[in-house]
Nanobody, 121 residues
Framework: QVQLVESGGGLVQAGGSLRLSCVAS????????MGWYRQSPGMQRELVAT???????HYEESVKGRFTLSRDNAKDTVHLQMNSLSPEDTADYYC???????????????WGRGARVTVSS
């Protein structure tokens, strides 16, 4: 029905950068919000960044000024540019999208399988 494919995770040294990408594919009418959650062992899943279909962004406080979320509506794609990474950013990052199957659909949340980000000290 709807698939979110993530890429760009990996291992990076502290202070380095990574760029995560997420592409939505399948049969749907439109996508409302898209963004990223992350989860590390022993921690609850937290919202990292979100962007509306109009381009309005919100960031978790700890990543403000370091992470930038962008969106290409024509390609149903979001990119999360992560700079100045620290070991505290180590987590599994999950792309999400609120997908509408038709004009009257309130939206259904879909998730990617996760991209692992490991930041070494």
């Amino acid at each position: 029905q709807v698939q979110l494919v993530e890429s760009g995770g990996g291992l990076v040294q502290a202070g380095g950068s990574l760029r995560l990408s997420c592409v939505a594919s399948g049969s749907f009418f439109s996508i409302d919000a898209m963004g990223w959650y992350r989860q590390s062992p022993g921690m609850q899943r937290e919202l990292v960044a979100t962007i509306s279909d109009r381009g309005t962004t919100h960031y978790e406080e700890s990543v403000k000024g370091r992470f930038t979320l962008s969106r290409d509506n024509a390609k149903d794609t979001v990119h999360l540019q992560m700079n100045s990474l620290s070991p505290e950013d180590t987590a599994d990052y999950y792309c999400y999208a609120n997908v509408l199957s038709n004009y009257w659909d309130p939206g259904t949340m879909y998730w990617g399988r996760g991209a692992r980000v490991t930041v070494s000290s």
